[in-house]
T-cell receptor, first 109, second 113 residues
Framework: GQQLNQSPQSMFIQEGEDVSMNCTSSSIFNTWLWYKQDPGEGPVLLIALYKAGELTSNGRLTAQFGITRKDSFLNISASIPSDVGIYFCAGNNNNDMRFGAGTRLTVKP | DSGVTQTPKHLITATGQRVTLRCSPRSGDLSVYWYQQSLDQGLQFLIQYYNGEERAKGNILERFSAQQFPDLHSELNLSSLELGDSALYFC????????????FGPGTRLTVL
């Protein structure tokens, strides 16, 4: 099935820097979710968004549900080494769950 | 810890064989989802069960099947295994379905030799 367009594919940043990644789709979604996955582990839910325009924070993480319902972004502020991992966006529309290809984040101390 | 458990954590088998992966959802969750994650395909939705019945089907091969039991645990059966079936298989659960948030288990890494 069609996957979401997630960018960037990878990021190499210095500790303390802010990070931004986004997901777009040609289809609308009722829910947008952001997950983080460490190597060999399952995706862990970071933020769930349920309404168009919704802006939600979870600690240093902030995510927004695009007003068109076709996109979402995730920001990480003041990155730390443990932020390293792969971040996935997911759009859910009545049991039709699609994932982005992931953004691999590397944080240099 | 998401509350979703999966066994086994690792599985190594040969081509042509059949394996069963097991998943226990979070307490109270009625829906179970199965996903396949391979290096070149990303996370692919396979199938969803809700309260014992199949609810949605994704990119699941005919050689694969699943079921959800009365106690709500689920099993994914993979048969006539091929090299290309090597992947991480994740189970996720949610309260009901539809737009409910899904919580993922730790996965089973399947290696087909």
């Amino acid at each position: 099935g069609q996957q979401l367009n997630q960018s960037p594919q990878s990021m190499f940043i210095q500790e303390g820097e802010d990070v931004s990644m986004n997901c777009t789709s040609s289809s609308i979604f009722n829910t947008w979710l952001w997950y983080k996955q460490d190597p060999g582990e399952g995706p862990v839910l970071l933020i769930a968004l349920y309404k168009a325009g919704e802006l939600t924070s979870n600690g240093r993480l902030t995510a927004q549900f695009g007003i068109t319902r076709k996109d979402s972004f995730l920001n990480i502020s003041a990155s730390i080494p443990s932020d390293v991992g792969i971040y996935f966006c997911a759009g859910n529309n009545n049991n039709d769950m699609r994932f982005g290809a992931g953004t691999r984040l590397t944080v240099k101390p | 810890d998401s509350g979703v458990t999966q066994t086994p954590k690792h599985l190594i088998t040969a081509t042509g064989q059949r394996v069963t992966l097991r998943c226990s959802p979070r307490s109270g969750d009625l829906s179970v989802y199965w996903y396949q994650q391979s290096l070149d395909q990303g996370l692919q939705f396979l199938i969803q069960y809700y309260n014992g019945e199949e609810r949605a089907k994704g990119n699941i091969l005919e050689r694969f099947s699943a079921q959800q039991f009365p106690d709500l645990h689920s099993e994914l059966n993979l048969s006539s295994l091929e090299l290309g079936d090597s992947a991480l298989y994740f189970c996720a659960s949610s309260v009901k379905g539809s737009t409910d948030t899904q919580y993922f288990g730790p996965g089973t890494r399947l290696t087909v030799l």
